[in-house]
Each structure stands twice: as C-alpha cells, then as structure tokens.
C-alpha cells in the first residue's frame, strides 16, 4: 500500500480547521474571553488527533484568530421602511426578522444602523 506523505501546510490547515471547528461547536458552553475553551481545545488536538504539544497551542490560537475576525461581521442588518414608527431588524446568521417599535431602540443604535441602511425594495 503507497501511502503518499501529507504535505506539511495541508497538515497545518486541516488541523487548524479541526480546532475552529471545536471552537465553534463548544464557544456557548464557555464565557468570553474564557481560556478554558482554548485548553480544551488544544487537549483536543493533542489527545484525539495527536498533534504534537508545540502545534497544538499554535494552531488554536490561530484557528481562535479566525473564530474572531469572522464574528466581527455584522449579525444585526436595520432595513429601512416607510413607516417612521418601527424598523425592520434582521438577523444575518439566523435570517429571523423582527418589526420593532421605534420609541424602543436607543438613539446611538438608529444612528449607527441607519448609516448602514439596506434599502427596502
């Protein structure tokens, strides 16, 4: 049997992609900005993948990175209506929409959400 040998960056990139993955299956069960999610997830890859001790740390740290960049993006899209009483709210992982009442969102958010208004067609 001819195994072909793994290349070293296709290793990296599968087992940062296996720690983004626990990230993202297990970050409800901790706190923000817990540590424990992060030693779990490098006891993850050392003891059910076997990677070595000095990459484990490295690629989760890495895969946490990209855990944070992706969750930057907007969650919350504001679509704008006629109706000056209520506003459209959209959740953009979720695709939920919500008619919310004016009078009930603060000033700053209308402000912020407006300057970023998805025209409603």
Known sequence: MNE??????D???????????FLQNHQAEHLSGDTKLT????????QVLDVPVFLAAELVQQALDQLH????????AITARMDAL????T?????????IPRRI???RFLAVA???????H
């Not at 030693?39 to 050392?46: G, S, Y």
């Not at 209520?86 to 709210?89: A, E, F, K, N, R």
């Not at 407006?114 to 409603?120: M, Q």
Request: some cysteine; hydrophobic content about 40%; aromatic content about 4%.
């Open 69 to 76: 960049k992706s969750s930057k993006a907007q969650r919350i």
């Open 86 to 89: 209520s506003v459209l709210i």
């Open 114 to 120: 407006y300057s970023h208004v998805t025209p409603n």
């Open 11 to 21: 290793y990296r990139s599968t087992m940062q992609h296996a720690a983004l993955c």
């Open 91 to 99: 959740d953009n992982l979720t695709g939920d929409v919500a008619l």
């Open 4 to 9: 072909q040998p793994i290349a070293l960056n």
């Open 39 to 46: 030693d779990r997830a490098v006891q993850h890859l050392i």
């Open 105 to 107: 969102l603060p000033e």
